[in-house]
């Protein structure tokens, strides 16, 4: 059975979140700075006993594992670790809905269908 949060949830559980989610960010962008050699420093480690780099990166995969599974047990849909962009599962007017946030932001002040994403964001009108 899938979690939905209320706004005032959603802001209570952005304190504990926000660093987790600048955490992500920042080991995606480090992963994203290595992308164009992590083949040739897989090849050249297979054949000579590994890579101090690599290695280290395989930490940081690791470790941003583990924050998107902590994410994913408390029900929340990480959707862009670039940008920051999460939601949350809802329930308004009868219908599953998404709370939408953004790494930057202050409270929850957004919601969107589910097929509409992000272009489709509309203000909170409700509590």
């Known amino acids: 059975m899938p979690k939905y949060y209320t706004p005032k949830e959603v802001n ?3 304190i504990v979140i926000r660093p ?3 955490e992500m960010m920042r080991i995606g962008e480090k992963i994203r700075a290595q992308q164009p050699e992590l083949w040739s420093m897989v090849q050249k480690s297979a054949g000579n006993g590994g890579n101090l780099t690599l290695s280290n990166l395989l930490k940081e995969f690791d470790r941003l594992d ?3 599974h902590k994410f994913q ?3 929340i849909h990480v959707k862009d670790l670039t940008s920051g962009l999460i939601d949350f599962p809802a329930w308004q007017a009868g219908r599953e809905v998404y709370l939408c946030w953004q790494f930057g932001e202050g409270d929850i002040e957004y919601w ?3 097929e509409a994403g992000y272009t489709g964001r509309q203000r909170i009108d409700w509590e």
């Open 12 to 14: 209570e559980t952005l």
């Open 112 to 114: 969107h269908e589910i």
């Open 66 to 68: 583990d924050l998107i």
């Open 20 to 22: 987790m989610l600048d």
């Open 73 to 75: 047990n408390m029900g």
